[in-house]
């Protein structure tokens, strides 16, 4: 399924706050060290960050956003809720398009 739009990143105090804007809506905190949005090229492969609703980025977290940069302007995207620490892309991921 390709959706036009597009997931939401801000910095937060030099922090990423990510809003993925699919089945789980909000802004979520990622821990510190987690690959900056930014950088994150069709070479990367799948990037998963944990989504964290504790703005000090500490705590076991709510849920996982897998991303994978298919192109310069396609995403890939799926969301897991949970405390999952893993996952793969499934039939529901969805890809972006800029």
Do not use: C, K
Not at 8 to 20: A, E, K, M, R
Not at 58 to 68: F, P, W
């Amino acid at each position: 399924m390709l959706v036009q739009a597009g997931a939401g990143v801000s910095y937060s105090l030099g922090h990423v706050v990510l809003d993925p804007g699919i089945t789980m809506s909000g802004a979520f905190y990622v821990p510190d060290g987690t690959a900056d949005p930014a950088e994150i090229a069709p070479s990367t492969g799948v990037v998963s960050y944990r989504l964290l609703t504790n703005p000090l980025r500490t705590g076991t977290g709510v849920g996982l956003l897998l991303v994978q940069m298919l192109a310069d302007d396609r995403i890939r995207v799926e969301t897991f809720a949970g405390s999952a620490t893993a996952a793969t892309f499934t039939a529901a991921s969805l890809v972006y398009a800029r």
